[in-house]
């Protein structure tokens, strides 16, 4: 029973004091800096008003502008030029896909452990975070925020994730490179199963927009290595689709398919000066955020 407690633990204790020593650092130029203490524009201290932008879910009542409101019977939210410290947008895919496992975590499940740990360490650096889960559609955003309270509400929209429907990852990136108007961090937790040409375009549209990127790439075990023996029955968990076949004879073509796809990601990363980093789920979360953020720091 404890067991199965500290499986299902999103904040490990011992894996946050691993990674407590840590911050991570925007590698370029993103509006703001990360320094500890910095002056919110909502309560009175160098606020200057912007502009209006179209009120979105999840969006505070308290900024609507109900004179334009009044005007217009459209509800709009006041933007400010805010000094603040990083701004940071966890998007995490929960389609179908993400919700293979081999043994073990899920892909989902691993994601989400992943994204409670960076929610944690951005909140302890005093960054601002928000949650954004997609599968064709965008299935919950959650706004940037950096109150302590924050990792309460991400935490438990987390841990009630279930795989959802079809992966359209490109048309997701697309529509919140529109409409995230801040330049921040965007982390990406995702097994990118769609179209590698189309995917490496929506997240050039991040960077044309400024934004610095991280790609936490999430594959099972199974998929990297193939190991099925016996006559296999696979399903398709987007598309319900079923092939019962001889593995051997697919393994071959199938690893050159798959190493040619982490290998157009990562070229299409790199030279867009994107961070690409390839996670296996049977990998300890906490070691892998660690290496990550080891490297990252040099």
């Not at 633990?9 to 800096?33: C, H, N, W, Y």
């Not at 008003?49 to 006041?78: C, N, P």
Request: glycine share 6%; with cysteine; proline share 3%.
């Amino acid at each position: 029973m404890g067991e199965e407690k500290d499986k299902k633990s999103f904040l490990d204790p011992q894996i946050l004091m691993t990674l407590s020593g840590m911050e991570l650092k925007a590698r370029m130029v993103v509006e703001g800096v990360v320094s500890g203490l910095h002056k919110s524009p909502y309560q009175g201290f160098s606020v200057e008003f912007a502009e209006h932008r179209e009120y979105t879910q999840g969006d505070e009542i308290k900024h609507i502008d109900w004179q334009v409101y009044a005007k217009s019977d459209r509800l709009y939210v006041k933007r400010y030029e805010e000094e603040t410290n990083l701004r940071c947008y966890i998007l995490l895919d929960s389609s179908g896909s993400m919700g293979y496992r081999s043994d073990g975590m899920s892909k989902l499940e691993y994601g989400a452990h992943l994204a409670a740990a960076l929610t944690y360490l951005m909140l302890r650096q005093q960054d601002s975070v928000g949650l954004v889960t997609f599968d064709e559609a965008i299935r919950r955003y959650i706004p940037p925020r950096n109150s302590p309270r924050h990792l309460k509400i991400i935490v438990e929209e987390l841990e009630g994730l279930k795989p959802g429907n079809k992966t359209m990852v490109s048309n997701i990136f697309h529509d919140l490179a529109e409409r995230v108007h801040r330049r921040g961090l965007v982390i990406v937790i995702s097994d990118l199963f769609d179209d590698p040409d189309e995917i490496l375009v929506s997240l050039q549209h991040f960077r044309h927009k400024k934004h610095e990127v991280i790609v936490f790439h999430l594959l099972d075990p199974s998929e990297l290595l193939f190991p099925f023996e016996r006559m296999t029955l696979f399903r398709g968990l987007e598309d319900g689709r079923r092939v019962l076949t001889e593995p051997a004879t697919l393994r071959k073509r199938y690893l050159q398919q798959l190493y040619a796809f982490v290998d157009k990601l990562k070229k299409g990363c790199r030279d867009n000066r994107i961070d690409y980093f390839q996670i296996s789920t049977d990998e300890n979360f906490g070691r892998a955020l660690t290496r990550y953020l080891g490297t990252r720091r040099k």
